[in-house]
């Protein structure tokens, strides 16, 4: 004897997949992830070889372990990546005077020059995702996200938590114009 059973009754006080944040969360983050993707890959760059080209424009470190620490990656990873970037002709790798085991790296003149190139691209990244956000909406975002990696046991960058959280006008409602979180970006009229 079979019996069939209907699940839509059986299960009617579960949630639907559209009913839960992470999903959408997700679908955000891959939305993000691929415009910035296309933008850097334009450049033949990806978002993780900028991050490691950012790190030593900035002079973070030059070393393997030090990027690793910088960008928060083993150090396979980083040498992955930097490999990549040497067959590119962005980045050199030269003994290390002081660790005959080690190497430093430092940007070739083509990776100095792209530099500000893939700085503006991420900007214009930020400014197409985050730009209609509000100065209010962005700081709210930001701690949010803070709060959230907290619970993870993940210690947010205090500086990516202050930048931008000084003294700002008061904000339009839709966070348009002047007194948006990404005025700055806009050139002046």
Do not use: C
Request: aromatic share 6%; hydrophobic share 40%.
């Amino acid at each position: 004897m079979y019996f069939i059973v209907m699940t839509s009754t059986i299960h009617r006080n579960i949630k639907s997949e559209a009913d839960r944040i992470p999903p959408w969360h997700d679908r955000v983050s891959q939305v993000l992830q691929a415009d910035l993707e296309s933008r850097l890959g334009a450049h033949g760059v990806s978002p993780a070889q900028f991050r490691l080209l950012l790190a030593l424009a900035r002079g973070e470190s030059d070393t393997v372990r030090g990027l690793a620490s910088v960008l928060r990656l083993d150090g396979g990873a980083v040498t992955r990546l930097a490999d990549r970037l040497q067959v590119k002709g962005l980045v050199l790798r030269r003994p290390d005077p002081s660790d005959a085991r080690s190497v430093r790296l430092s940007l070739t003149e083509s990776g100095a020059e792209l530099i500000p190139i893939l700085d503006a691209e991420a900007d214009a990244h930020e400014r197409a995702w985050f730009g209609s956000l509000s100065y209010s909406e962005l700081r709210q975002y930001k701690l949010t996200l803070a709060k959230l990696l907290a619970r993870a046991e993940i210690k947010p960058d205090e500086v990516w938590l202050r930048r931008d959280l000084g003294h700002q006008p008061a904000e339009t409602p839709n966070g348009e114009g002047e007194n948006s979180a990404f005025a700055r970006f806009r050139p002046a009229p």
